[in-house]
């Protein structure tokens, strides 16, 4: 199956950057999960799954990007920015740095088959080096 990268932008990508300003938001700047779900124009609960790792657990996000999500928190807490504008920022940055997308290889009947964990990676060379952030929020580095 073929996938327009927007459609991975709106599929992954988008929920995955509300997630991480979610746990950022609610770990950094002690928002409430109805603080945050207004602040980022998404349900309580929709807050509670990112947190529960129960939606947008497909990404993990380079340190660059979790860096540029980081500063947009920053932004957003201090009421210079709204959350969109920083979605769409982070998309742009992601776009002009050329962070590339890996995701599942099978679409059979609206279910995704065979889908190894979704990698964002910045390629240096023939090897690459992967940030990723664990599920207790320690970025750690891979090889690919």
Known sequence: MYVLPQEIEVWYIIPAIRKEMASCLIK??????????????????????????????????????????????????SSKSHAN?????ILEVMRNKKVSFEVCKDN????????????????KSDKEDVMVKSKKGKIKRLQK
């Open 28 to 77: 950094d700047f002690s928002y409430s999960y109805d603080k945050v779900g207004k602040a980022l124009g998404i349900s309580k609960a929709a807050v509670s799954q990112y947190m529960n790792n129960k939606r947008a657990s497909k990404i993990k996000f380079p340190l660059l990007v979790l860096k540029e999500i980081m500063s947009s928190c920053k932004r957003i807490n």
């Open 85 to 89: 504008h920083e979605i769409i920022r």
């Open 108 to 123: 059979s009947e609206g279910v995704l088959k065979d889908c190894k964990e979704v990698m964002n990676h910045i390629p």
